[in-house]
C-alpha cells in the first residue's frame, strides 16, 4: 500500500522527506494559483509580487516540520 512514513530513528534525511510530504500540497496549491492568475492576463509584475511569499512561507513550513517543531508542540493544552 504505499512506503510507511520515516520515523524518528530513520534520522535527518526521513525528517526531510517527510517535511517536503507535508508542504507539497501547500506550494503545489500556491503556484497553481500562480498559474491561474497569470492565464487569466494579470499583470506579470503580480506574479513577481505573489511568488516570494508563497514561497517564503513553504520554506518556513519545511523548516518546521524538518526540525521536528510541528511535531513536538501538538500537545493542544492536555
Known amino acids: 500500500m504505499g512506503t510507511p512514513l520515516p520515523t524518528e530513528e530513520s534520522g535527518e534525511s526521513g525528517n526531510r522527506v517527510r517535511a517536503a510530504k507535508a508542504v507539497a500540497p501547500f506550494l503545489a496549491l500556491g503556484l497553481f494559483d ?9 499583470d506579470p509584475l503580480w506574479g513577481f509580487a505573489i511568488l516570494p511569499p508563497i514561497l517564503f512561507i513553504s520554506v518556513l513550513a519545511w523548516i518546521g516540520f524538518k526540525s521536528g517543531f510541528i511535531t513536538d508542540h501538538n500537545d493542544h493544552g492536555d
Open 34 to 42: 500562480l498559474l491561474l492568475l497569470m492565464g487569466w492576463g494579470v
